[in-house]
């Protein structure tokens, strides 16, 4: 089967993400996309992260009509912080049927030779990049790895702008689907207290 990781902190998971998810798994032609919720990304800070059991509920209930997409908690397990390349190693030892592709940012891209065992990284995976605002693809190198850049809508909403929203008493309907929204309201989570 042909998994594409979509790792990140969801925090929340938003319309982005899924729209990603999904566009990524359609045009790759993958068989599933694995959100897989990182506890604690090792280039930011731990500052206004919800619990890791509290990302995985929200993840799970966004995805939970979508069978091809699905909420992986692999990285709950692992040392923390969580390195990609930590986790590629225990999918595959536990999944060997699997073909695994990293599905990523342009920013991120640009980022990746700074990761730990990068080149491991892109000689190994493929690697299935969507578009940011405020990104340049042509900074990008397609040669030098696996690269495939898609063209998804650039779409500019972010677990930043939508926990400040939160914190501002504002909604954040259309941003997350409405049993994310219910949940988070119900929980009082991102409330500034």
């Known amino acids: 089967m042909r998994i594409g990781l979509f790792f990140g902190s969801f925090n929340p998971i938003h319309i982005g993400h899924l729209i990603v998810s999904n566009t990524i798994l359609e045009e ?16 930011k800070v731990k500052k206004s992260l919800l619990d890791i059991d509290q990302r995985l509920h929200l993840a799970t209930l966004a995805t939970k009509d979508n069978e091809n997409v699905e909420v992986c908690a692999i990285e709950k397990t692992l040392p923390k912080p969580s390195y990609t390349i930590n986790t590629l190693e225990v999918l595959e030892k536990q999944y060997p049927e699997h073909n695994f592709s990293i599905i990523m940012g342009e920013d991120n891209v640009i980022g990746l030779p700074k990761w730990k065992e990068a080149r491991q990284i892109m000689d190994n995976y493929d690697i299935l990049v969507y578009p940011r605002l405020g990104s340049n693809s042509d900074s990008i190198v ?18 930043t702008a939508i926990r400040s929203k939160i ?27």
């Open 28 to 43: 790759a032609q993958l068989n599933k996309v694995w959100l897989v919720v990182s506890p604690q990304n090792p280039f």
């Open 167 to 193: 914190g501002q008493g504002k909604s954040i309907k259309y941003l997350v689907l409405k049993e994310v929204e219910e949940e988070i309201q119900k929980q009082g989570y991102y409330k500034i207290s």
């Open 142 to 159: 397609e040669a030098e790895s696996k690269v495939t850049i898609y063209q998804i809508p650039k779409i500019e909403i972010s677990g």
